[in-house]
């Protein structure tokens, strides 16, 4: 899975007061330097968002 999509990642939430989706990770400036810059760059904090993750646990 490419761990780039920013689209299906847990993190990445709609923010009402700036009217966009951005993501809740805090990375550091070199961090957010190398997801910029690298279009192969894959996200150590990506985690697939999955609805029924928990419902498979019960």
């Known amino acids: 899975m490419n761990n780039t999509s920013c689209d299906t990642c847990v993190y990445n939430v709609y923010d009402d007061e700036l009217e966009c989706y951005v993501c809740?990770?805090?990375?550091?400036?070199?961090?957010m330097c190398r997801f910029?810059?690298?279009?192969?760059?894959?996200?150590p904090y990506y985690r697939f968002e999955d609805d029924y993750f928990l419902a498979r646990k019960q």
């Open 24 to 31: 809740q990770i805090n990375m550091d400036e070199d961090e």
């Open 36 to 43: 910029l810059s690298q279009s192969d760059y894959n996200c």
